[in-house]
């Protein structure tokens, strides 16, 4: 609407009495800003915000229509333009029309219409004929040779033991693809330079694929033609832009198109959920997961994002403007999905806490996993039977190698039949969970989507029967795909009373062998079907709903994993058990769910060099416990590359080393002695930090800023750290720089100079006179084998448990050492959260805590104890009496004091305090202080 009164509600919040001036100079302000001009009446303004602050102005250009976000009432620009550039498009969904003949007028007028739209007199064919044709195609390219199945790479298994070869793709050019990539780099030529932009006129359109498809040997019908929709983003004064996850590159984005083809790739961002085999690095190529949210940060206009809303194959431009480096400077995206509607969500800010804190109320929170799941994961594929089992937990006992979880993967089903047992190699699954259950362990077991077509195994045929499964492209029959079983059917997860089914077979009486110590990992839910399109499903194919695959596909992985966690939950009386489910595949939202791991990387020092900023990127996507396989998947790895691994592993949110069933086993101990107590070091640094990880994960579900931080998330005014990914914050207080090279002894750690900073190992300040950038401190520093470069924020108190187990359960009542870094200012705070770690208590009968220590040294504060009890009714005698503080460690002290002493609400007696100080260190130690972070007290000068 464009009438005056309606305007002036929207740009006041509802104020009455608005005079037509007041309204036209806002638009004009508001045109000024976004440099655009036109008539007034062709612009909307909405103006909210806390307590009609106009804090945030959203003006809508109605013709053509286009978006302008804008923050506050200064002349900055708009935070986000949305669909200036021509590129905004939607296309109507219709029925494929078949018949020419024209036998009615109705017939006739459709015929005409569907003519209209196409343009062109496609032949749209004959499916039958087309799938024929593609059957004598697959004859041709096997030879002739009986298929007996497939390999994960989508590539046949023939009867006569051998496989199917890669066919290469020739260059146009007629030169090898590498050949070209290295005429380009003896060039200085950039990955996209010459490339021939890919956005044609519409007049030069291609139809050929508008209303069927092939791709290799698959015929895609679609059944509704072009469907897509698209929009273009701008982020007017930015040039940092962060999201798209999840691909194997840096984690801030980088240009796709424009600047005459001087882009760094070739191709947009893929977001198309694959399993995708041995994947390559530095691309923009689909991996697992996707979540189509962008964030830019910039000094002129703060932290903004944008999240498009839909689930089907989407692809991202990014592109900058000529003038990088100037006030003219923008980046922009241009969002195309194959189908759904235009739904965009933007996110203003105006810093990464209040964005994260919106998009949280917009996708959900992070619930507080069990602190099992933050300790160290050994998995393989497979340990081969309870013998081997049994020994590497014995193995891991001996050696005191602390580690929480045990995972078994598809070898220990009968037949890959998930839910069950082979009961030749694990006769006793229920003893085997009980006997590591007794010292602390739990046990993963792998349960994935695709379900054995065996009319004797309980779980098909109970889900034939009530028809539970994907269907095909006529809605007619379940779909039969190829995955570990073989021939495999596909449960669709789309439809609640399937969800509530699946979560059902979790009870302890349906999956016999299972026992609350049992906890489950999903995998191949992208879905991977190993003789579809790209490993995956047929687009066209059908869910309970008549609804195509397409329309849906991103959303499947995060919705299998929404229901195994339903299930974990349901399975246990009166419901009260957190669950943990690792998943591969996810969407937004996943956050909600479980863990995420990166998939199959290798065992290069490349991938470990990938890990720290993927990582990052699903952080920036709000998916926060997330890990990479530590030793890489495919592969050997030697002993440096083990422990440089295992280091920054131990500094990664999910914690698990695993390997291929071709790679050698890779236990602790099977480096040597020297390596071993290499390992066992970092991962007890781990241990050590357990009530930190556990307090930032908290934190983390009550704000929804990320666990795994970009430097920018914490420092977002010095700009010289915006495109840093190779360090990063574990929450707010931990800086680490993972080792990341083959025979390093150095390493450049980039410290922000707002802050002062102090080595975990040494515990001494940061001081140097290397390279200044503005905010930023360049220093290098020792990094031997034996050294991970970890620093810990001047300004902080950061809980640990210092007593060496061999798993998180044991150190449950372990007493806390609180080490307080002083800042520049002699000043500290931080926190410590407490509950049972295991229940739902926390959130049910408030049965947690909150410590908050604060440390002011000029005011003779040497540390106190605020506390936040959620139920006094909860948190009993015994629950103090089991939070004990026995060691304070204060970092940074200038003088020695002459004396400390105690008061606590107990007492109103002071109880000096038994300490010691290094004048060369200014390292003082409070020793056994015996008081509760359960209680209140303060430590004075």
């Not at 995955?483 to 449960?491: D, F, H, I, K, T």
Request: aromatic fraction near 12%; charge should be negative.
């Amino acid at each position: 609407s464009t009438d005056t009164s309606i305007q002036s509600k929207l740009l006041l919040d509802g104020e009455e009495g608005i005079s037509q001036d007041v309204v036209e100079q806002a638009v004009k302000s508001l045109t000024q800003r976004a440099k655009v001009d036109g008539p007034n009446d062709n612009f909307i303004v909405l103006s909210y915000g806390p307590s009609g602050s106009k804090q945030w102005q959203l003006m809508l250009q109605l013709e053509p229509f286009s978006v302008y976000f804008f923050r506050g009432t200064d002349d900055s620009p708009p935070m986000i333009v949305a669909g200036t550039g021509g590129l905004t498009h939607f296309e109507i969904r219709r029925d494929k029309e078949c018949n020419s003949s024209g036998s009615s007028a109705k017939g006739a007028a459709e015929g005409k219409q569907q003519r209209k739209l196409t343009e062109f007199d496609v032949d749209v064919g004959d499916a039958e004929e087309e799938e024929e044709e593609g059957e004598n195609e697959e004859e041709d390219r096997h030879g002739g040779k009986e298929i007996v199945g497939y390999w994960e790479d989508g590539l046949a298994i023939y009867a006569d033991g051998t496989r199917e070869e890669r066919q290469e793709l020739e260059s146009p050019t007629g030169e090898e693809e590498g050949d070209a990539e290295d005429l380009d780099e003896e060039m200085g030529v950039d990955k996209g330079e010459g490339r021939e932009q890919r956005r044609l006129d519409e007049e030069e359109f291609d139809t050929a694929g508008m209303w069927e498809e092939k791709f290799g040997d698959h015929h895609d019908s679609k059944p509704f033609g072009p469907m897509s929709v698209g929009m273009e983003l701008t982020f007017p004064a930015s040039n940092h832009l962060f999201g798209l996850p999840e691909h194997a590159s840096s984690t801030q984005l980088k240009t796709t198109a424009g600047n005459e083809g001087h882009h760094h790739y070739k191709e947009p961002y893929r977001l198309y959920n694959l399993d995708v085999f041995e994947y390559e690095l530095d691309e923009t190529m689909a991996l697992y997961g996707h979540i189509p949210l962008v964030i830019s940060q910039s000094m002129t206009t703060g932290t903004a994002g944008a999240f498009w809303f839909n689930p089907t194959e989407t692809f991202v431009d990014i592109e900058e403007t000529p003038e990088v480096g100037t006030e003219n400077v923008a980046s922009k995206t241009h969002f195309m999905s194959e189908s759904g509607i235009v739904d965009l969500f933007l996110l203003p800010g105006p810093d990464p806490i209040a964005l994260y804190e919106q998009y949280a109320r917009l996708t959900g929170r992070m619930p507080l996993p069990p602190m099992f799941s933050l300790g160290y994961h050994q998995c393989r594929w497979n340990y081969r039977d309870e013998a081997d089992v049994y020994a590497v937990h014995a193995k891991f006992e001996e050696l005191d190698c602390p580690y929480d979880v045990l995972w078994l993967d598809i070898e220990h089903t009968d037949g890959k039949r998930y839910f069950t047992w082979d009961k030749k190699t694990f006769p006793h699954p229920i003893e085997m969970q009980k006997k590591l259950g007794g010292d602390g362990r739990r046990m993963v077991t792998i349960i994935d989507p695709h379900i054995k077509r065996d009319n004797n195994y309980y779980i098909h045929e109970e889900a034939t029967k009530l028809g539970l499964y994907i269907k095909d492209k006529k809605g007619e029959k379940d779909y039969d795909g190829w995955c570990w079983p073989g021939s495999s059917s596909y449960l669709d997860f789309t439809n609640e009373r399937v969800r509530g089914w699946w979560a059902d077979q979790f009870h302890y009486n349906k999956y016999q062998g299972s026992t609350p110590d049992l906890f489950t990992w999903n995998d191949m839910n992208e879905p991977s079907v190993f003789n579809g399109p790209e490993v995956s499903m047929q687009k066209d194919l059908l869910n309970l709903n008549k609804c195509e695959h397409r329309e849906w596909h991103n959303l499947y992985g995060m919705l299998f994993h929404r229901s195994t966690g339903e299930g974990l939950v349901q399975r246990n009386a009166g419901q009260n058990v957190r669950p943990f489910v690792l998943s591969r595949s996810f969407f937004a939202s996943s956050q909600r769910y479980g863990a995420i791991w990166t998939g199959d990387n290798e065992a290069k020092w490349s991938h470990l060099e990938i890990a720290a900023p993927m990582l990052l990127g699903l952080n920036v996507g709000a998916l926060s416990f997330v890990g990479a396989d530590v030793g890489g998947f495919f592969g050997n790895t030697d002993a440096e590359l083990m422990t440089r691994w295992m280091q920054a592993g131990a500094y990664q949110p999910f914690f698990r080393g695993h390997a291929h069933h071709d790679a050698k086993r890779r236990e602790p101990w099977m480096f040597g002695d020297e390596t071993m107590v290499r390992l066992r070091r970092a991962a007890m640094a781990r241990y050590a930090l357990l009530p930190y990880w556990y307090t930032v994960f908290w934190h983390a579900g009550v704000s929804g800023m990320p666990v795994m931080r970009t430097m920018w998330m914490q420092y977002p005014k010095i700009p010289e750290l915006y495109s840093v990914d190779d360090q990063y914050l574990i929450g707010s207080d931990l800086l680490v720089k993972p080792v990341t090279s083959a025979g390093a002894t150095t390493s450049t750690v980039k410290f922000p100079l707002t802050d002062c900073w102090y080595d975990v190992d040494t515990m001494q300040r940061m001081q140097g006179s290397d390279k200044h950038a503005g905010n930023t401190l360049y220093m290098n520093v020792d990094s031997d084998i034996d050294k991970i470069p970890v620093y810990q924020r001047g300004g902080s108190v950061v809980p640990r448990k210092l007593r060496l187990r061999r798993s998180s359960h044991l150190m449950m009542n372990d007493p806390y050492t609180l080490y307080v870094a002083l800042d520049n200012d002699l000043k500290a705070d931080g926190s410590l959260y407490m509950d049972d770690e295991t229940t739902f208590d926390h959130e049910k009968r408030l049965d947690f805590g909150v410590a908050s220590f604060f440390s002011n040294w000029r005011e003779n504060i040497a540390i106190r104890n605020s506390v936040h009890i959620g139920s006094e009714d909860a948190i009993n005698s015994k629950a103090k009496s089991d939070r004990i503080v026995e060691r304070i460690v204060v970092m940074g002290v200038p003088a020695e004091p002459s004396k400390i002493s105690l008061t606590s609400m107990d007492s109103t007696e002071a109880t000096l305090m038994e300490f010691q100080y290094d004048a060369s260190t200014q390292i003082l130690i409070i020793r056994k202080p015996g008081v509760s972070a359960l209680e209140e007290w303060t430590m004075e000068l």
